[in-house]
T-cell receptor, first 109, second 115 residues
Framework: GQSLEQPSEVTAVEGAIVQINCTYQ??????LSWYQQHDGGAPTFLSY????GLEETGRFSSFLSRSDSYGYLLLQELQMKDSASYFC??????????FGSGTRLLVRP | SAVISQKPSRDICQRGTSLTIQCQVD?????MFWYRQQPGQSLTLIAT?????????ESGFVIDKFPISRPNLTFSTLTVSNMSPEDSSIYLC????????????FGPGTRLTVL
């Protein structure tokens, strides 16, 4: 079957670093993506890892280990506006995305 | 980026009725996707709509319940038919830019409540 597991909720302090893990089991795998969704908003793309290793985009980094079926999203210098839900998503085919259950991040002052 | 609009943004409907949701994109794209997201939950792919062919439905979703039209490369509709309270959800359309398969862009969503 298909499953993506991520923590349901994470709380961190403004200015801190937080890591959101994602483990997956899918029938196909082309890569791992991360999306951010604020309450009432649409999901927005953050990053994509097609190969093992770390991808860095500003304060956000994403890591993938295909042999471990594992990835994570790292958020640095947390800001209040980073409070949102974060979804990992496996690109299963040439275009199909399977989303994880989402991690709700709460950033406290 | 991409500009995607959806209509209506929200609606409250009676059980047994149908609602058609429209999705308009600011440029031509080959593939459009329809997702469902229940409040506080993940996104579930309903179907993929290609222009000029039948939509491809995911397991658990059928054409009679969720008919989809894709009359051109910038527009699609999703109909939620014979609604029940279990259909209350947010429905989102999404696109890939052609040849840019790594990133999907989402519309603002349609919040549907069925009484």
């Amino acid at each position: 079957g298909q499953s993506l597991e991520q923590p349901s909720e994470v709380t961190a302090v403004e200015g801190a670093i937080v890591q959101i893990n994602c483990t997956y089991q899918t029938s196909g795998f082309y890569g791992l993506s991360w999306y951010q969704q604020h309450d009432g908003g649409a999901p927005t793309f953050l990053s994509y890892n097609g190969l093992d290793g770390l991808e860095e985009t500003g304060r956000f980094s994403s890591f993938l280990s295909r042999s471990d079926s594992y990835g994570y999203l790292l958020l640095q210098e947390l800001q209040m506006k980073d409070s949102a839900s974060y979804f990992c998503a496996v690109r299963e085919g040439s275009y199909k995305l399977i989303f994880g259950s989402g991690t709700r991040l709460l950033v406290r002052p | 980026s991409a500009v995607i609009s959806q209509k209506p943004s929200r609606d409250i409907c009676q059980r047994g009725t149908s609602l058609t949701i429209q999705c308009q994109v600011d440029s031509q794209v080959t593939m459009m996707f329809w997702y469902r997201q229940q409040p506080g939950q993940s996104l579930t792919l309903i179907a993929t709509a290609n222009q000029g062919s039948e939509a491809t439905y995911e397991s658990g979703f059928v054409i009679d319940k969720f008919p989809i039209s894709r009359p051109n490369l910038t527009f699609s509709t999703l109909t939620v038919s014979n609604m029940s309270p279990e259909d209350s959800s947010i429905y989102l359309c999404s696109i890939n830019r052609d040849r840019e398969w790594n990133e999907q862009f989402f519309g603002p969503g349609t919040r549907l409540t069925v009484l």
